[in-house]
């Protein structure tokens, strides 16, 4: 059974970075995209990007100029930066399995961004 | 990109009860070459990550229990949940893949 495990730093600044990263365990990264999510706490669901095992990324074109996602074949896990953080990116951060639908999530971190 | 909108925006729904869910896509999420609607289902509850319910919008995800069922085409789509349990008690979104920046709908909530 896939598993993805999810840590990351919970309280920034504005202007800060931030920083989290998925592992995954019971699955290669190989044949699958992986991705991440945020959503704003009491509001929906929004995609900030993919990356597949090469390192092939997409990401939303209203966040591509601040983030970055990077994979790590070696030790089976994927990350996201985001820079110039503000309030406005206070949100859960989800990590999940999938190009098209998602199979398999992390178990969210909150982000907070507060001065 | 492509906008999800999803109505009601609550239900109160009876145990043993029907609850209907639409999904309206702003185009197409039809992909002719195929004939599959690519359209995808959630179930969320509070304080857990999404789960996935149905894909290709109407096929089941395994260990999801049948009186769960997905319908509908092009751009007009329904989740339909046949004898809610307490345990169905959460947001439904739905979700677009025909683009690469999939999209979801702002959820459904379901209450008994």
């Known amino acids: 059974q896939v598993q993805l495990q999810q840590w990351g730093a919970g309280l920034l600044k504005p202007s800060e970075t931030l920083s989290l990263t998925c592992v995954v365990y019971g699955g290669s990264l190989s044949g699958h995209y992986w991705t991440w999510f945020r959503q704003p706490p009491g509001k929906g669901l929004e995609w900030i990007g993919e990356?597949?095992?090469?390192?092939?990324?997409n990401y939303n074109p209203s966040l591509k100029s601040r983030v970055s996602i990077s994979v790590d074949t070696s030790n089976n896990q994927f990350s996201l930066k985001m820079n110039s953080v503000t309030a406005a990116d206070t949100a859960v951060y989800y990590c999940?399995?999938?190009?098209?639908?998602?199979?398999?999530w992390g178990e969210g971190t909150l982000v907070t961004v507060s001065s | 990109d492509i906008v999800m909108t999803q109505s009601p925006d609550s239900l109160a729904v009876s145990l043993g009860e029907r609850a209907t869910i639409n999904c309206k896509s702003s185009q197409s999420v039809l992909y002719r070459s195929d004939n599959k609607n690519y359209l995808a289902w959630y179930q969320q509850k509070p304080g857990q990550p999404p789960k996935m319910l149905i894909y290709?919008?109407?096929t089941r995800e395994s260990g999801v229990p049948d009186r769960f069922s997905g319908s509908g085409s092009g751009t007009d789509f329904t989740l339909t949940i046949s004898g809610l349990q307490a345990e169905d008690v959460a947001v439904y979104y739905c979700q677009q893949y025909y683009t690469t920046l999939v999209t979801f709908g702002g959820g459904t909530k379901v209450e008994i």
């Open positions: 999940a399995r999938g190009g098209d639908w998602y199979d398999f």
């Open positions: 290709w919008a109407s």
């Open positions: 990356i597949n095992h090469s390192g092939v990324a």
